[in-house]
């Protein structure tokens, strides 16, 4: 099983789109206290592989740059801004949630 660590449900709903049988870690946010270590850590035990799926933002980089310290066994899948764009009241908001199924499809492992 593929393990995706991610900020909101928003994402994980999105994920779950085109890989229904992943496991997800929900961040709420960029929280990384620890009730988030431990579900990391079972996702560590339950997945083969765990990947950290965050924004293509500052605050994206800054929660998977301090994961991927604390657990260097966890890759960061990068995520195109261009394909995580999305136009709110006349600026970019950028999201994984925003990325196309097709998109998606194309970049996650273990589909």
């Known amino acids: 099983m593929t393990g995706y660590i991610v900020e909101g449900k928003s994402d994980q709903l999105r994920v779950q789109s085109v890989h229904p049988h992943a496991h997800f870690v929900i961040l709420n946010g960029i929280s990384f206290r620890h009730k988030e270590r431990r579900a990391i850590e ?13 924004d293509p933002d500052e605050p994206g980089d800054k929660i998977a740059l301090k994961i991927m ?43």
Not at 84 to 101: H, I, L, M, Q, T
Request: hydrophobic letters at 30%.
């Open 42 to 54: 079972e996702a560590l035990i339950l997945c083969d592989e765990v990947y950290v799926l965050t």
């Open 69 to 111: 310290e604390t657990y260097p066994e966890i890759k960061r899948i990068h995520i195109d801004p261009k394909k995580a764009r999305n136009v709110r009241e006349s600026r970019y908001k950028y999201g994984v949630e925003y990325c196309s199924n097709q998109y998606l499809k194309e970049t996650l492992p273990g589909i």
